[in-house]
């Protein structure tokens, strides 16, 4: 029961270009949204989040636009940089009841070429 | 500033053998969590903690045991190794359960059970 899903495994876009990479979620009982991201052998690092009273959420080349009604949250990086190549974790957790966890979904490798 | 420390970084242990994977955070975050991340998975909840002598399961318990005796330490044992639980093993932290909290990340711990 994937309650987060990311459906795009990998994303190739060009330096400079914008990158836009999706989430899907099925709780709607969660209000609290975030993106990751991760380096090989590295842990995952906090990069933007938001809350399910904003529909837009920017913090320099990164926005974060949710979908309530479509259960859908999506990230996009303009422009795009090649240090910007790492595997992209979206994540969700609940006011109630399981406020106290954070479920994630599988992951976006992207991929900044020249 | 040391944020979350796991160690070991690495480790190989036999079919049935024991270890403890050491987790530290000098944050004073009341929430601690254990994940495993698969190959082309994403991160998969083992145990959590919202603050010290209590503990809860998450999606993956089975395996795994864990304790949190202070608000630094979330130490996570695995009693009798099996290859299934080759996997990479991160740390979190996080201030508090509610939205407005990210959670921050150790450099993870590569198990490989043989």
């Known amino acids: 029961d994937q309650q987060v899903k990311q459906n795009s495994p990998s994303l190739s876009v060009q330096e400079g270009r914008i990158s836009i990479l999706n989430c899907d979620y099925t709780?709607?009982?969660?209000?609290?949204f975030l993106w990751y991201k991760k380096y090989p052998a590295e842990g995952p690092t906090f990069l933007i989040s938001?809350?399910?009273?904003?529909d837009k959420n920017e913090d320099g080349r990164f926005t974060v636009f949710l979908n309530k009604s479509a259960k859908h949250l999506s990230l996009h990086i303009v422009p795009s940089q090649p240090g910007d190549s790492a595997v992209y974790f979206c994540a969700a957790s609940a006011a109630t009841g399981t406020a106290s966890k954070l479920t994630f979904g599988t992951g976006t490798r992207l991929q900044v070429t020249l | 500033n040391a944020g979350v420390t796991q160690t070991p970084k690495f480790r190989i242990l036999k079919i049935g053998q024991s270890m403890t994977l050491q987790c530290t955070q000098d944050m004073n975050h009341n929430y601690m969590y254990w994940y495993r991340q698969d190959p082309g998975m994403g991160l998969k909840l083992i145990y959590y903690s919202v603050g010290a002598g209590i503990t809860d399961k998450g999606e993956v318990p089975n395996g795994y045991n864990v304790s949190r005796s202070t608000t630094e330490d979330f130490p996570l044992r695995l009693e009798l190794a099996a290859p299934s639980q080759t996997s990479v093993y991160f740390c979190?932290?996080?201030?508090?359960?509610?939205?407005?909290?990210?959670?921050?990340f150790g450099q993870g711990t590569r198990l490989t059970v043989v």
């Open positions: 938001i809350s399910s009273i904003k």
């Open positions: 709780n709607s009982m969660f209000d609290y």
């Open positions: 979190a932290s996080r201030r508090t359960g509610r939205f407005g909290t990210e959670a921050f």
